[in-house]
């Protein structure tokens, strides 16, 4: 904040702070799609278990009535 006060003569080191700035939250980016990569793994793979229960619950149910 000091530096907008003392005027253009900052300008340069705001410039630089900016730069920074933005290769930090490019990093942070990168990390957080890294993130979501393996998050979505995890959601595949839930769902995935999840559906082939229903089926196993949908054999066994089938299997059974056709004792009957």
């Known amino acids: 904040m000091d530096w907008i006060v003392e005027?253009?003569?900052?300008?340069?080191?705001?410039?630089?702070?900016?730069?920074?700035?933005k290769q930090a939250v490019l990093s942070e980016i990168s990390l957080m799609t890294e993130a979501l990569k393996g998050i979505d793994v995890k959601i595949?793979?839930?769902i995935k278990r999840i559906q082939e229960r229903k089926e196993e619950r949908q054999d066994n149910k089938n299997y059974g009535e056709e004792e009957l």
């Open 44 to 46: 595949t793979r839930y």
């Open 7 to 21: 005027g253009d003569s900052t300008v340069p080191l705001r410039l630089e702070m900016m730069k920074n700035h």
